[in-house]
């Protein structure tokens, strides 16, 4: 399957935590992105990783790849309340296809 | 540019209709996806497209499914006809290659 795998699926955390999230995937990729998902909303973008990149940072986020052991971890550090959604990684093969794992669902409690 | 534009927003019809969703990709993209999502499948790619050309639909349900891209800024997804299953949210994205992508706001499809 071309599909990430991510975990948790849930995750429930108080604001001022952190919040890790990990996705896992089976063929090689040409990049990996994170996104984020507002209850009925759309996905928007969060961060872009490149194979041949180890870690970037966005702000509150970082991101790690690591390649030999097909898989990724999102942090959201210092949590807020705002930052309730779903997060999805999605993996984009040299075909430039963009497959979606199956998310993780945050909640961020006040 | 204002972004991925999808219409409608929401649409409900009857079994047996047909459906047309209509998605414009931002200007100066290349590629174009539309997506299913369920709270029981998550989100499906169905269809993407390369410079308006279809390359993969393996991800398109059956026959009753069917997309276009006439040009660079217009694309359909048409379900005929339509059946209570295919009831989700649809989502049209577009990208640069290698780049991020954009989604639309989405068409929450219901067919009673």
């Known amino acids: 399957s071309q599909q990430g795998e991510e975990d948790p699926q849930a995750l429930s955390i108080q604001e001022g935590e952190n919040a890790t999230m990990n996705c896992s995937y089976k063929?090689?990729?040409?990049?990996l992105q994170w996104y984020r998902q507002n209850s009925g909303r759309g996905l928007v973008h969060l961060i872009l990783?490149?194979?041949?990149?180890r870690e970037k940072h966005s702000g509150r986020l970082r991101v790690t790849l690591d390649t030999s052991k097909k898989s990724s971890s999102l942090l959201i550090t210092a949590s807020r309340a705002a930052d309730t959604a779903s997060y999805f990684c999605?993996?984009?093969?040299?075909?430039?296809?963009?497959?979606f794992g199956t998310g993780t669902r945050l909640q961020v409690f006040p | 540019d204002a972004g991925v534009i999808q219409s409608p927003r929401h649409e409900v019809t009857e079994m047996g209709q047909e459906v047309t969703l209509r998605c414009k990709p931002i200007s100066g993209h290349n590629s174009l996806f539309w997506y299913r999502q369920t709270m029981m499948r998550g989100l499906e790619l169905l269809i993407y497209f390369n410079n308006n050309v279809p390359i993969d639909d393996s991800g398109m349900p059956e026959d009753r499914f069917s997309a276009k891209m006439p040009n660079a800024s217009f694309s359909t997804l048409k379900i005929q006809p339509s059946e209570p299953r295919d009831s989700a949210v649809y989502f049209c994205?577009?990208?640069?290659?290698?780049?991020?992508?954009?989604f639309g706001q989405g068409t929450r499809l219901t067919v009673v």
């Open positions: 990783i490149r194979s041949n990149e």
């Open positions: 063929t090689s990729i040409n990049n």
């Open positions: 994205a577009s990208r640069r290659e290698a780049h991020e992508a954009f």
């Open positions: 999605a993996l984009s093969y040299n075909t430039d296809k963009l497959i």
